[in-house]
């Protein structure tokens, strides 16, 4: 096998396409001498806000933030439960576990990799207050089952969106189906930032007030502070820099759609493997390229394409109720613990070529040969 040198994501040609708009933005910043919650704060939220469809777009200083303000101001607090999935960034539990809260975790869909909605049906309890769906690697959570479940329960729905931004459900943007949604801006996400960046997305009035608060210390009135909040604004450079991308999302989340579908027929020549689907009603944006490699030959196939110079991540190589943060805390989700031994994500990015794509299904099937 030739080496190939091609890299799990390549954000090069985005970059150089908009290279005027994103250096002038820059400039025009550091010019204009405003760099915390200026103008372009305001106006990417705005902006934010009508791309989702929602009435309030909260700009934070990282997705994680977004997730620990979203909970806290849709009301979670020390000894609730959120019932989550253990398939997901460390970060998602992490929020819950930040505010005293107990992550509960319930198994997955083996083909979507999100909520498994009749598991979270029986997990709730007394004690529950907030479900947490997370839409991995850009494809929608199965929705309508969790908001109902939580009408008919009393309970709050954030979204763990990060990896999702411009995903579809039923023809609704994710991100704007439940209390709350949460965005990252995190360099390799569908809308990347030179930095860390995040967001919430909300039709509330009380959680994007409360939101609004804690994300500067706790202050609807500057120095008047009445709650202990964080500092977690959003960067005017990154806000900068996300206003030039944010009209070619749309584009790029397509050209990881049209790629997605390549490999899809590319890989049904390839024995042993399950390319990923769209298993709801909805628009996978792809943030990941995601296949199961089955008969425990994953580790393997990683190595050997990794020898011919093809980048792949294993998405996630631990379920995060076996990892050791939670330690002795929860028993077995088999179809969670499946998953992180047969996942992998190849190559993929808005311009990836198929040509590119096709030498990586060759040698993923030399590989597994
Ligand atoms: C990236 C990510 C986060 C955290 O976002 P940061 O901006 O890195 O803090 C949370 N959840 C999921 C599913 C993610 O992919």
Not at 74 to 89: H, K, L, N, Q, R
Not at 151 to 160: A, I, P, T
Request: proline share 5%.
């Amino acid at each position: 096998m030739a080496e190939l040198n091609l890299p799990l994501l390549d954000l090069g040609p985005q970059t150089d396409a908009l290279w005027e708009e994103l250096t002038s933005a820059v400039q025009e910043v550091i010019r204009g001498g405003r760099f915390i919650m200026g103008p372009n704060v305001k106006a990417f939220e705005q902006e934010m806000a009508a791309y989702l469809g929602v009435k309030h777009a909260i700009g934070l200083n990282s997705g994680t933030d977004a997730l620990v303000i979203a909970l806290r101001a849709a009301g979670v607090g020390p000894d609730d439960e959120v019932i989550t999935t253990p398939f997901s960034f460390f970060a998602t539990a992490e929020a819950i576990s930040s505010l005293g809260a107990r992550p509960v975790f319930v198994d997955i869909a083996p083909r979507s990799f999100c909520l498994e909605p009749e598991q979270v049906a029986v997990a709730v309890t007394e004690r529950t207050r907030a479900l947490l769906p997370v839409h991995l690697f850009g494809q929608a959570a199965d929705m309508d089952p969790l908001v109902d479940l939580a009408r008919e329960r009393g309970l709050r729905v954030v979204e763990d969106a990060a990896q999702a931004l411009g995903s579809e459900y039923r023809g609704r943007k994710v991100g704007a189906l439940g209390t709350a949604g949460c965005f990252s801006f995190f360099p390799t996400k569908p809308l990347g930032g030179f930095g860390d960046g995040g967001l919430i997305a909300t039709d509330d009035d009380e959680v994007a007030e409360q939101a609004r608060m804690l994300r500067v210390h706790g202050a609807k009135k500057k120095y008047f502070n009445e709650a202990i909040g964080y500092n977690s604004r959003l960067d005017e450079l990154q806000a900068a820099v996300l206003r030039v991308k944010l009209p070619h999302l749309d584009e790029w989340n397509e050209g990881r759609r049209v790629a997605a579908a390549r490999y899809g027929a590319m890989l049904t020549e390839v024995a042993g493997v399950v390319p990923p689907r769209e298993e709801v009603d909805g628009r996978h944006v792809y943030h990941q390229y995601t296949i199961r490699v089955l008969d425990n030959r994953r580790d393997g196939a990683k190595a050997k394409l990794a020898e011919t110079g093809i980048g792949t991540m294993i998405y996630y190589p631990v379920p995060i109720h076996r990892l050791p943060a939670y330690a002795g805390q929860y028993g077995s989700l088999p179809v969670a613990e499946a998953a992180a031994g047969e996942v992998l994500s190849l190559p993929l990015w808005s311009e990836i070529t198929e040509e590119s794509q096709a030498r990586v299904v060759e040698a993923l099937a030399w590989a597994l040969d």
